[in-house]
């Protein structure tokens, strides 16, 4: 069995996440770790929270507290909704973790022994009514290649270009709004990038199997224009990791902080040492560093596509430059937007589903199995509530749950609470047995490969194969004229309910164990062979019948949370 290392983009934290960064990365992720699990690998699931940078600084100081307390309780109520997701972190750690603190400045230290960090004096635009210079992203304006009016300090969001904010034409603070701007001298450190680009390129060009959406992301910011730029590493902030070097001191840069994104995927790394100091685990380097047995590890990310520069160049860059055995990523899984209704999520204006409004009104299993069959892969998707209540009752309470409903009552009624005995396979049963074993390794080829929309909809389709069964043999008819023959029908649906059970775990593992529960076993034993997993039950064996795996979503309901969540329409 192998090792596979699996990190999810970690949130930010400025407030709670909305259902589009959920199946963006750390969702999909989930999947991919349960369902490895499941087939015995040994895994470690890392994520955190990303707590550094302006947002949260100025998030806190709207929440009246202080930065570092308003991080921990952020923390722990995005901890607890991750938990009501069931997201199976091995640990959900923190940006601002004392190890975390120690790995950036002793990475940046190395860099800078490698040569590969020059100090730049530079001019940064500082605002007079804020009292502070301007993080790239608060400021504002006009962008001068494309015209668009909101263009970004460091992008414009129309066009893509990478923009200093000295370029825009008209800027103003996000902050206040002010104007009155002023171009002041600072002096930061930059990652040479550029002196690693050749490498970058070829590590890049060497992932063939690489998702179209993350290597053209990756080769865009590559080649496009003037090629990939050396880049900032420091900010002018109080909060965040002091700019150290190793553990000496800086001369010059008292007073600053390393930038957000150079420290935010360092803590990937940080978050296994946070992990083991925790007591959870032992020897986290034989997960991160290949000279102490990281050679036979598998690492995947996943991460929405604006993360994608980030983990594809700038992260790699900086483990590369260390010239030190740190692992680097095997396998990058980006994906597109979840788009809110024919619009955008948005937390200013209140549109859409947010992580803990969706708990209040539905279980977890619900959101899991609609996010993850409409994952967007292969393009932007988009959440109405008529697509949502159409699936939901569909294919979790028409089909899979009116299965297990089916067949336990029946059972009950004619047989009592035990799994029957008698009969033997005919036709249709084989036919059904070469059916599921064709699915389940479609199925599994799809889930190992990351293809989470083709993986949700080869489950359906294998939930559908055991309905479909039940109605064309009908036990309760047969029950009339051959007795024999509907007890081995039922024997043989009942085990098929452990066996959804274990397969439908990685997508909504709450219902999972309601289904083992009922057939009163802890067998959860992967179905490699349909044909002998179908005889885990034995005649004899106790079974309850379970209250509704799922209940249908009303037409009252789905217009009140339709109006509810509608927001202010842009």
């Keep these: 069995m192998a090792r596979h290392l699996i990190t999810s983009a970690i949130p930010y934290i400025n407030g709670i996440k909305h259902l589009g960064n959920l199946v963006g990365s750390q969702l999909p992720a989930d999947l991919y770790a349960r369902y490895l699990r499941q087939r015995g690998h040994e ?22 507290k202080p930065v570092a307390e308003y991080c921990a309780e952020m923390h722990d109520v995005q901890a607890r909704i991750a938990d009501g997701f069931r997201l199976s972190f091995d640990h959900f750690g923190r940006s601002s973790s004392p190890q975390n603190h120690k790995l950036t400045q002793a990475f940046a230290g190395r860099l800078a022994d490698q040569g590969l960090i020059r100090e730049v004096t530079e001019e940064q635009v500082y605002s007079v009514a804020d009292g502070r210079f301007l993080p790239d992203r608060y400021i504002e304006g006009t962008c001068p290649n494309c015209g668009f009016e909101s263009a970004r300090g460091d992008q414009c969001d129309n066009c893509t270009k990478q923009l200093d904010p000295t370029d825009l034409i008209n800027p103003h603070s996000t902050i206040s709004g002010s104007t ?26 060497s992932k063939t199997d690489w998702p179209i959406l993350t290597t053209s992301i990756a080769k865009k910011w590559l080649n496009d224009g003037d090629g990939l730029q050396d880049r900032g590493i420091t900010r002018d902030l109080d909060w965040g990791i002091p700019v150290k070097k190793g553990d000496q001191d800086w001369p010059g840069m008292e007073g600053k902080v390393f930038y957000v994104w150079f420290d935010a995927p360092i803590e990937y790394i940080a978050c296994a040492q946070e992990w083991q100091d925790a007591g959870k685990g032992t020897d986290w380097e034989r997960w991160w560093r290949t000279d102490k047995g990281a050679d036979d590890v598998r690492y995947t990310q996943f991460m929405g596509k604006d993360n994608v520069p980030f983990h594809t ?5 900086t483990i590369m430059g260390t010239q030190e055995p740190w692992k680097l990523v095997d ?5 597109n937007y979840l788009n809110y209704d024919g619009g955008q999520f948005s937390t200013s204006r209140g549109r859409g589903v947010f992580m803990d409004q969706a708990l209040e009104i539905l279980p977890p299993d619900y959101w899991r199995w609609w996010l993850l069959s409409h994952a967007p892969e292969t393009s932007d998707a988009e959440f109405t509530w008529e697509t949502f209540q159409q699936d939901v009752n569909k294919d979790l309470a028409d ?6 409903s089916r067949i336990t009552k029946f059972c009950r009624s004619k047989f009592g609470e035990t799994v029957p005995a008698g ?5 249709a049963e084989e036919q059904l047995i070469s059916d599921l074993t064709t699915r389940l390794s479609a199925y599994e080829h799809h889930l190992d490969a990351i293809e989470v929309r083709k993986a949700a909809a080869e489950l359906r389709a294998i939930w559908v194969l055991g309905n479909e069964y039940l109605q064309a043999n009908a ?15 039922v024997r043989l649906a009942l ?9 439908s775990a990685p997508f909504i593992p709450d219902a999972s164990v309601t289904m083992i529960a009922a057939m009163q076993t802890d067998d959860d034993s992967w179905p490699g062979d349909v044909a002998a997993a179908l005889t885990a039950l034995p005649a004899g064996h106790a079974f309850t019948v379970p209250e509704n795996l799922f209940r249908k979503i009303t037409d009252e309901e789905r217009t009140d949370w339709a109006e509810r969540f509608a927001g202010v329409r842009d």
């Design 180 to 205: 009155e701007l002023e171009v002041r001298e600072t002096k930061h450190l930059y990652l040479r990038q550029s002196f690693l680009k050749d490498k970058l390129a070829a590590w890049i060009d």
């Design 43 to 64: 895994v470690l699931f890392l994520c955190a929270t990303d707590e550094h940078g302006t947002p949260a600084e100025l998030a806190a100081a709207k929440a009246g």
């Design 475 to 489: 036990p309760w008819t047969t029950f009339k004229t051959d007795s024999e023959t509907a007890a081995m029908q």
């Design 495 to 503: 085990n098929l309910i452990r066996i959804y059970a274990v397969m």
């Design 313 to 317: 160049l700038s992260f790699p860059a």
């Design 423 to 427: 009969g033997s396979y005919g036709p």
């Design 399 to 404: 089909v899979l749950g009116n299965f297990v």
């Design 331 to 335: 396998y990058i899984k980006s994906f």
